[in-house]
Structure formats: C-alpha cells, structure tokens
C-alpha cells in the first residue's frame, strides 16, 4: 500500500540507489547507458503515468541546488509529493515548467530521497532551465513530467554527481527538441490560471 504521509513511505518500495565508482561512470555516457533507452518492467510502469501533471507552492528545500552543486532547485511542498502516483518512482525526470506568469521552460526533476545527502524525507527538487535572480521561494510552480531519464543513484563523490546532472540536463534537452514533445510547450494546463 501506498502511504499518504511522506514520513510513513517505505523506502524499500522505491527503487533502491545503484551505486557507482567514478571508473564506471565515466566508462560510456550515462546517457547510453541509462537514458531513455531503460528497458525494465519499473521503467514501463513510470512511462505508463507520464505524461503527469503538478502545481504547488516553491518551498524552502535543503540549500544544496545552488551552493554546492552549482544547480539551483525549486522544490515542491510535501502536499504536491504526497499527491505522486506510486509508479513514479524515486528517479530522474525531464519535462516542461512554469512559474506563475512566466514564460514555459524545460527542467529537469529528481524525484526521491537523494541517496548521496541520506535525505530522510522524499523530494521533488526542479532544476528549470533558465537563470532567476533571487529565490523563488513562494512561487506558485506548475510541472509537466514528460519522460524518464534514470533511476536515482548513488554517487563516490560530489563531482560524479555533478558529472551525472549535467549529463542529465544534456539528454532532457535533445529529448526537448523532439518534434513530439513540444506540443507541452503550449498545453492548456499552463496558459489557465
């Protein structure tokens, strides 16, 4: 059963982090190894809900996005995480966002418990692509999820990750310019109000 409250979610029923050496990350790109091209049963399952659709309020995450990694997040309010279906397990995701009366961007979103920081809590951390002056903290912020990059991993070290977000960012934008996704630039969910 799926529990409500993020404090009660098994973490066992989410996938479970892989855990690479730096020789293999950099062994071939990750992208030829874990992008799009994941065929496993879990990767089925999440591609079943997507496209998914999300809105809430930017709230204060754990600071890391922009001093640490060099890539800033906005990260959703727990009512938005608690509301996630089941099958979108913890992972990397790309897709489309918007915050309120802004123009629509592409981002890329981890989903789950960062296995490299030993989160506690389940996240939804959005890195949109386009620089912000300031915080957007308060911001109302509404998601497409469009595709599945990978699951979520761990890491030996703080370049790796990094490494392995740029890389994410890289896949999600070749995904972006496919003729067949950009009909979510203009979807109705972000010209309402």
């Known amino acids: ?97 918007q915050l309120q009366n802004s123009p629509v961007y592409g981002m890329v979103m981890s989903i789950g418990w960062n296995p490299f920081y030993n989160n506690e809590k389940r996240t939804m951390e959005t890195h949109i692509l386009h620089h912000f002056d300031g915080d957007l903290y308060g911001e109302h912020l509404k998601v497409i999820i469009v595709n599945y990059i990978r699951p979520e991993l761990n890491f030996p070290d703080l370049q790796a990750l990094k490494d392995a977000i740029a890389n994410d960012i890289s896949v999600s934008k070749k995904e972006m310019e496919m003729e067949q996704y950009q009909k979510f630039t203009s979807d109705k969910f972000f010209t309402s109000q």
Not at 27 to 49: D, F, H, N, T, Y
Not at 51 to 62: D, N, Q
């Open 1 to 97: 059963q799926f529990y409500k409250s993020t404090s009660l979610i098994n973490k066992e029923k989410f996938l479970k982090p892989l855990v690479l050496s730096n020789k293999t990350l950099h062994q071939r790109p990750l992208s030829s190894r874990m992008g799009c091209e994941v065929k496993s049963e879990a990767a089925g399952k999440i591609r079943g809900k997507l496209p998914y659709y999300a809105e809430g309020l930017v709230v204060k995450g754990f600071g890391r996005g922009s001093k640490e990694l060099g890539f800033p997040t906005a990260n959703f309010e727990e009512k938005v995480i608690d509301e996630l279906p089941e099958e979108l397990t913890s992972g990397i995701y790309w897709g489309y966002a």
